[in-house]
């Protein structure tokens, strides 16, 4: 049981619940500021009091005025109206990041929420209700409104749900999970429930959890591509690391010195050659850099996943409402546009070293295209290009988003983030690195077999094992997506980053 406070929620902990299912409850204390925020927006109403979202139109429609009476058909028309998303659902892990990060931002009690109405979304969770959430419409400002309108919508019966792997409309899932609908939304609730960031900081969760784990099996890669190409370990040296100082770089290299330690194919400079070309002898310069970048993005996130998104906040101690902009995904925009780049990075680099294993002028010594008789076998020549095209795919993608902006809302709403387009973009970059940097290993893996495979590291030779299980050393040509398909489930897994394996990585959550 996961219990949501509004104070320690962690990537690793939305992962839990979002990806793993793991049920989530309310704190008592939490509960208690629900209530007295509350009960101020009621006092406010009462008073006829005039404050944005509660008695006003929004947006552009801010002056104008709503009576009393007309506050609660208010909110539920704003999430009608604002349920406007485009294209594909989002997959089912990514709604549930979003509905878990939503209610541990509305716990904290500076959003007037009803305890009934987030306790309806703690039950949507504990008994696998997601909403249908379509992936387009968000300008990453006003919060993710229109996506978060679709989540809201099944609370009180409307839209349409996944549950048990069926979609469906809302009140059919609601009848087979024996939920009873909100009869309604009070005045605040609307506006509390969509004008919040927990689309793109869900979803960049989700993404920077993963690419964490890319990184991790890069690391992987670049160990066996190093022994299967006799690469220095000398460019790997603690002193060359500290002098620089970064500490993504010296982590990076620690731990291939780590994986490589008990290696007895890779050498010393000057045996074979005096250096490495540098997508070897950078590699720690590269993947420490992208390292500190994760922990970077990390921050960023974990801020925002306990952070007051709302629009606008109640200070119910001071008996305050204050409007203003922390639903605004800046920050979250530059750090995911900073991840996508990071990310087609270490596709980049994984490419680079995939190739010096296929290309005879650079693998030394090693077969042309890793076929025993090349000729009438191409071997891996086509792999390179697959990730080739993979690598070319994600330049594209890896343009930012958030140097966008387009006005809304009649110019009202005249700068806005994109932080929603840089999420799934980032998203897409990361599955892309995932599938080169499986063929860098499915490469080092047919590479090594010319080589001899009781000199491996101890954990490169548990690794190679694991991955022989299931896909066999290739003697001639044989169709090979499916093993291509095949190593890109084994990394997707992390099978390869358990201690069974051999060994726990240095920086696993």
């Given at each position: 049981?996961?219990?949501?406070?509004?104070?320690?929620?962690?990537?690793?902990?939305?992962?839990?619940?979002?990806?793993?299912?793991?049920?989530?409850?309310?704190?008592?204390?939490?509960?208690?500021?629900?209530?007295?925020?509350?009960?101020?927006?009621?006092?406010?109403?009462?008073?006829?009091?005039?404050?944005?979202?509660?008695?006003?139109?929004?947006?552009?429609?801010?002056?104008?005025?709503?009576?009393?009476?007309?506050?609660?058909?208010?909110?539920?028309?704003?999430?009608?109206?604002?349920?406007?998303?485009?294209?594909?659902?989002?997959?089912?892990?990514?709604?549930?990041?979003?509905?878990?990060?939503?209610?541990?931002?509305?716990?904290?009690?500076?959003?007037?929420?009803?305890?009934?109405?987030?306790?309806?979304?703690?039950?949507?969770?504990?008994?696998?209700?997601?909403?249908?959430?379509?992936?387009?419409?968000?300008?990453?400002?006003?919060?993710?409104?229109?996506?978060?309108?679709?989540?809201?919508?099944?609370?009180?019966?409307?839209?349409?749900?996944?549950?048990?792997?069926?979609?469906?409309?809302?009140?059919?899932?609601?009848?087979?999970?024996?939920?009873?609908?909100?009869?309604?939304?009070?005045?605040?609730?609307?506006?509390?429930?969509?004008?919040?960031?927990?689309?793109?900081?869900?979803?960049?969760?989700?993404?920077?959890?993963?690419?964490?784990?890319?990184?991790?099996?890069?690391?992987?890669?670049?160990?066996?591509?190093?022994?299967?190409?006799?690469?220095?370990?000398?460019?790997?040296?603690?002193?060359?690391?500290?002098?620089?100082?970064?500490?993504?770089?010296?982590?990076?290299?620690?731990?291939?010195?780590?994986?490589?330690?008990?290696?007895?194919?890779?050498?010393?400079?000057?045996?074979?050659?005096?250096?490495?070309?540098?997508?070897?002898?950078?590699?720690?310069?590269?993947?420490?850099?992208?390292?500190?970048?994760?922990?970077?993005?990390?921050?960023?996130?974990?801020?925002?996943?306990?952070?007051?998104?709302?629009?606008?906040?109640?200070?119910?101690?001071?008996?305050?409402?204050?409007?203003?902009?922390?639903?605004?995904?800046?920050?979250?925009?530059?750090?995911?546009?900073?991840?996508?780049?990071?990310?087609?990075?270490?596709?980049?680099?994984?490419?680079?070293?995939?190739?010096?294993?296929?290309?005879?002028?650079?693998?030394?010594?090693?077969?042309?295209?890793?076929?025993?008789?090349?000729?009438?076998?191409?071997?891996?020549?086509?792999?390179?290009?697959?990730?080739?095209?993979?690598?070319?795919?994600?330049?594209?993608?890896?343009?930012?988003?958030?140097?966008d902006s387009i006005p809304s809302s009649a110019n009202q709403e005249d700068h806005v983030?994109?932080?929603?387009?840089?999420?799934?973009?980032?998203?897409?970059?990361?599955?892309h690195a995932r599938r080169v940097v499986a063929l860098e290993l499915l490469t080092a893996?047919?590479?090594?077999?010319?080589?001899?495979?009781?000199?491996?590291?101890?954990?490169?030779?548990?690794?190679?094992?694991?991955?022989?299980?299931?896909?066999?050393?290739?003697?001639?040509?044989e169709t090979l997506y499916p093993h291509m398909h095949e190593i890109e489930r084994i990394?997707?897994?992390?099978?390869?980053?358990?201690?069974?394996?051999?060994?726990?990585?240095?920086?696993?959550?």
């Amino acid at each position: 049981m996961i219990i949501l406070n509004g104070q320690k929620l962690t990537i690793e902990t939305l992962v839990q619940v979002s990806r793993f299912q793991a049920k989530v409850s309310i704190s008592k204390k939490a509960k208690d500021e629900i209530l007295k925020a509350q009960a101020f927006v009621e006092e406010i109403v009462d008073s006829g009091r005039v404050v944005y979202g509660i008695n006003t139109g929004f947006g552009k429609l801010s002056d104008q005025s709503i009576p009393k009476a007309e506050t609660n058909q208010l909110q539920l028309n704003l999430i009608r109206s604002h349920a406007t998303a485009m294209g594909s659902p989002l997959p089912e892990e990514v709604v549930r990041a979003m509905m878990t990060s939503r209610i541990n931002a509305l716990v904290k009690g500076y959003s007037g929420i009803r305890l009934e109405t987030l306790e309806k979304m703690v039950e949507l969770l504990n008994k696998h209700v997601t909403p249908v959430v379509f992936e387009q419409g968000s300008l990453g400002a006003s919060g993710d409104l229109a996506l978060l309108s679709h989540m809201a919508l099944p609370l009180v019966g409307e839209g349409e749900v996944f549950y048990k792997g069926k979609r469906m409309a809302t009140s059919l899932a609601f009848e087979k999970a024996k939920i009873v609908a909100l009869s309604s939304l009070k005045a605040k609730e609307g506006l509390s429930l969509i004008n919040g960031t927990q689309a793109m900081s869900g979803l960049g969760a989700l993404c920077l959890y993963d690419a964490f784990q890319v990184l991790n099996h890069a690391q992987l890669a670049l160990a066996m591509t190093t022994e299967a190409l006799h690469g220095i370990i000398d460019a790997f040296d603690d002193r060359i690391h500290q002098v620089r100082g970064h500490k993504g770089q010296i982590h990076a290299a620690r731990l291939i010195r780590s994986i490589l330690s008990d290696s007895r194919l890779i050498t010393k400079q000057g045996e074979l050659r005096v250096q490495d070309a540098y997508s070897i002898r950078c590699a720690p310069q590269v993947h420490g850099a992208i390292l500190d970048t994760l922990w970077f993005v990390k921050h960023v996130i974990e801020t925002e996943l306990n952070a007051v998104t709302d629009n606008p906040i109640l200070f119910v101690e001071d008996q305050d409402v204050i409007s203003a902009g922390n639903f605004h995904g800046e920050p979250l925009a530059f750090a995911l546009d900073y991840l996508g780049i990071v990310m087609a990075e270490c596709a980049n680099i994984s490419e680079r070293r995939l190739e010096r294993l296929v290309n005879p002028a650079l693998s030394n010594g090693l077969p042309a295209f890793l076929a025993s008789t090349c000729g009438i076998n191409s071997g891996f020549m086509i792999v390179q290009y697959t990730a080739a095209a993979i690598v070319s795919e994600n330049k594209v993608l890896a343009h930012p988003a958030s140097v966008d902006s387009i006005p809304s809302s009649a110019n009202q709403e005249d700068h806005v983030s994109m932080g929603s387009i840089a999420a799934r973009k980032a998203r897409t970059i990361v599955d892309h690195a995932r599938r080169v940097v499986a063929l860098e290993l499915l490469t080092a893996c047919q590479a090594l077999q010319f080589r001899d495979l009781t000199k491996l590291s101890s954990l490169t030779k548990a690794v190679h094992q694991e991955i022989r299980k299931t896909i066999p050393y290739l003697h001639l040509d044989e169709t090979l997506y499916p093993h291509m398909h095949e190593i890109e489930r084994i990394v997707q897994s992390n099978i390869l980053l358990r201690p069974s394996v051999g060994g726990e990585t240095e920086w696993h959550y």
